[in-house]
Structures are given as structure tokens and as C-alpha cells.
């Protein structure tokens, strides 16, 4: 029991504290010795199942266009909706920030010191290694790509990225390092852990073979390198595939219990803001009505008089949504990779796989593709339909803004003062601001141009 309550010291260190850098504060750390404390370090989720929210406020899946509903958001979130200069004013911690760093130190701290732990085996202190380099490479993936330029291979070693900090010690001020370094040591930690990890875990919440494969593909993805990305998602499927036919279930399973899900991580935010998140009419005109999906996790919402669609996949178990990788999202991935080989047959017949279980029998119609440009337009769609509302359109729109097929310019008005701010492809608005918070505390880190 004195264990487990030093663990959740650590935790509550983490999350409510914030040293003059990181948010993560020194007091609280575990005593080095017994190996089973970094198991419990390990299984604290409040750390390390929580991700981030505000991609889902940036992105086009979200409309805010009524006073009353932008009004609802509160500041930070309007902020973020309309790209603007700064989401948080300088006395506000970022949550997306804060998080994703108070995630890095449990992680740090298992890959520093648990090999010297007395008890356990060899075997469960590299299994626990190797999990802490899953958490740690998600951690940095999703700050690189909401705090840095989309992945460029001629850039990106002059690109900022986000800093690094690989050791247990807050005693180091952190500076901002480059895009590359960044995606250099989340491959590295993959790689590294592979090995030592179970094919599939006791929970979804613990990192697996499975797991790091999906998160290597989701990586590769965005960097562009299709076929490694392809050849992960295969990897993953090999050793988790089950999809749940949403026209056959009586309850939407439980996160924990839900066999889509690979690797859990939940939404940042209370569940609460589901009610919040209003689809807009690019993503609705996407859906088929007869589309499970739409019938059952989205909702008609009345704000001011007015009806709109919002998703309500967090109403119904009264749960935070997932938005770490699934079944669902490998099968994207492949029929991506596969459109953009050529293979348009194999690209669409991947996606009507994942298609099958979303309609009814009677309503579901295969989809066809006259061409590989056709079937990535397709499958592109599929993922907007199957992955709207998990923290992952936004970093979509940062990789295909450079595509003349997919690139578009939005334009957003905070209604209160009248002021527009316009996205265009490749926009610096498609980075966010480095927190003001955390400049204010730690001068060395750069803020992005706007």
C-alpha cells in the first residue's frame, strides 16, 4: 500500500505542480529499489493514458458558427478554433502541453532506473522499459506535430520542434530541438521496444507489440513514407483485427473493453465536451444517413433555437473518447498505402472491409474506385467518416496541405470582434504557439511564427 501511495504522490506532482520548465515538479519521486514501484509508476493511466483535445477544435470536423455556440467554447478554445496567436494567455498552463511532458517523466524515470531495481525478473523490468518507450515515443510524436512543422525530409533538420528531455531530472532547462531529432528518437523508441513487449497485453491501456506496430504506422504515415507505414499497419492487424459490426451490438463497449482499440489514450478534456463537439457541414455531407456511425454516435444538439449534429460517442458510456490507434485506423492506413501504390482495387476492397461493419446489411452498398486518384479521394474520406472527433484530422490536414488534391484554404471568425483569420496550405497557423506560460518561465524556448 506505501508503494501505491508514493505513486500516486508522483502523480499528483505531475499533474498539479509545474516547475519553472515543464510543469513537472521534483518533489515526490519514487525511492529507487523495488522494482514492483515502477511496475505501479507504470499502471498509473491518469499519466499515461492521457492525451490531448484541442487538434479536434482546429481541425475542419468542428464548426462553430453561431455566437452562442462559440461562446460556449470559453476563450481558450475560440482561441484555438480560429488559429490565433496565442490559445492560452500567459498565467494558463496548456493542457495538450502540460500533459503530454507530465506523461515523459514516469516514462523517463522507468527507462533511467528500473534495470538497477531489486525483485523482479529480467524479463518484466525490459517489458517495463519497453512500455515506457511506447508512452514516451506517443508523447513526442503528438507534441511534434502540434507544436512543429508538418514532417519535411529537406527541412527537417533546420525545422523547430519541441524539446527533448530523456532523463528523470527537471534540473535541465529544456530548449527547443528540430523536427527531425524529434521523430528520430520516437523511431528509436519503437524500435527499441518491440522486442520486449507481449504480442498483445493483460489491457489495452499497456503497450504491446501490437501497439507500438500501429503507432509506428501512424508515424510513418505522417512523415509520408508509405510503405513502411503500410508494412506496420499489417503488422498490427497480424496480431489484432477484430472489428465490432455496429449493426449487431445491443451496447457500445467500454474503452477498456473495446477490442477496436489497440493502444488506449483518452481525450485530455472531460467528457463533457462532447456536447461540444458540432460537426461541421464538410464532415456531415461525408455521411450516408444510413451510416451507423452517424445513427449512433452523433446527436441533433439545440443551442439558441438552432439544431446541430454533434458527437455523442462520450454520452454514451459517460467515458472519455479513445484516440489512441485502433483496428479501424490500420485498415485506413493500408488502403491508403495501397492507393497511393497504385492499387485501387486492393485500396477499395481494404476500406469496404471496415465498411461491412458500419451498415446494416440491407443498406450497405460497396464502393467502387475508377482509378488509384479516386480510391485515395475515397479512402480519405473513410477516415474523416471513421476518425472524426480522436485528435487526428487536424494532423491529417497538416500532411495533405501540400497535396493539390486535398489542399483548401478555411477561413474562421470569432464572432464577438469580427475578426477572420484564414488557413492556407502550408500556413505557420497550422503550428501551434509554443504556450506563453512556459516562455514566461523558461526564455530559451522559441515561439513559432504565426
Not at 492507393?339 to 485501387?344: F, L, N, S
Not at 488534391?405 to 471568425?413: I, M, W
Request: aromatic share 10%; net charge neutral; proline share 4%.
Amino acid at each position: 500500500m506505501k508503494k501505491i501511495q508514493i505513486c500516486l504522490l508522483l502523480a499528483a506532482a505531475l499533474l498539479q505542480s509545474c516547475s519553472n520548465y515543464t510543469n513537472i515538479k521534483t518533489e515526490g519521486a519514487l525511492t529507487p529499489g523495488d522494482y514492483v514501484n515502477y511496475r505501479y509508476l507504470m499502471n498509473n493511466m491518469e499519466l499515461l493514458e492521457r492525451s490531448v483535445d484541442i487538434p479536434d477544435f482546429t481541425s475542419d470536423d468542428a464548426e462553430y458558427n453561431t455566437l452562442q455556440l462559440q461562446q460556449s467554447l470559453g476563450a481558450a478554445n475560440l482561441r484555438a478554433y480560429t488559429w490565433s496567436e496565442q490559445f492560452f494567455d500567459v498565467n494558463t498552463a496548456d493542457p495538450d502541453w502540460r500533459l503530454s511532458y507530465a506523461a515523459l517523466y514516469p516514462a523517463n524515470l522507468v527507462i533511467q532506473d528500473v534495470m538497477k531495481s531489486s525483485g523482479g525478473t529480467i524479463s518484466q523490468k525490459k517489458q517495463l522499459v519497453a512500455e515506457a518507450r511506447v508512452h514516451r515515443a506517443y508523447s513526442y510524436f503528438t507534441l511534434v506535430n502540434e507544436y512543429g512543422k508538418q514532417y519535411n525530409e529537406a527541412t527537417s533538420a533546420t525545422d523547430p520542434g519541441v524539446p527533448l528531455i530523456t532523463a528523470a531530472d527537471v534540473s535541465i532547462t529544456p530548449v527547443r530541438t528540430n523536427v527531425k531529432a524529434v521523430y528520430d528518437l520516437v523511431i528509436s523508441d519503437l524500435q527499441a521496444a518491440i522486442p520486449d513487449l507481449p504480442p498483445l497485453n493483460t489491457h489495452n491501456i499497456y503497450p504491446s507489440k501490437a501497439g507500438a506496430y500501429a503507432l509506428f504506422a501512424r508515424v510513418y504515415l505522417q512523415m509520408g513514407k508509405y510503405t513502411e507505414a503500410g508494412l506496420y499497419a499489417d503488422s498490427a492487424l497480424a496480431l489484432q483485427h477484430q472489428l465490432i459490426d455496429l449493426a449487431k451490438i445491443t451496447a457500445v463497449p467500454l474503452r477498456l473493453d473495446n477490442p477496436e482499440i489497440i493502444l488506449s489514450k483518452k481525450a485530455g478534456a472531460s467528457h463533457t465536451y462532447g456536447a461540444m463537439q458540432v460537426l461541421s457541414s464538410s464532415l456531415l455531407a461525408l455521411y450516408d444517413k444510413k451510416d451507423l456511425r452517424y445513427t449512433l454516435f452523433t446527436t441533433d444538439y439545440v443551442n439558441g433555437g438552432v439544431t446541430y449534429r454533434t458527437n455523442k460517442v462520450e454520452s454514451i458510456n459517460y467515458e472519455t473518447r479513445n484516440i489512441g490507434p485502433g483496428v479501424p485506423e490500420m485498415l485506413l492506413i493500408k488502403a491508403e498505402t495501397q492507393a497511393r501504390a497504385g492499387d485501387a482495387a486492393a485500396a477499395i476492397a481494404t476500406i469496404n472491409t471496415l465498411r461491412q461493419k458500419r451498415f446494416a446489411a440491407a443498406d450497405y452498398i460497396a464502393l467502387t474506385a475508377t482509378d488509384k486518384d479516386d480510391a485515395l479521394r475515397k479512402v480519405i474520406a473513410e477516415r474523416r467518416r471513421e476518425l472524426c472527433f480522436k485528435c487526428l484530422r487536424w494532423f491529417d490536414m497538416k500532411r495533405l496541405s501540400s497535396e493539390a488534391a486535398f489542399a483548401q484554404s478555411l477561413t474562421r471568425t470569432d464572432l464577438a470582434t469580427g475578426q477572420s483569420t484564414t488557413l492556407t496550405p502550408g500556413s505557420n497557423r497550422y503550428v501551434f504557439p509554443i504556450p506563453a506560460y512556459n516562455i514566461q518561465l523558461n526564455p530559451a524556448l522559441e515561439q513559432n511564427p504565426r
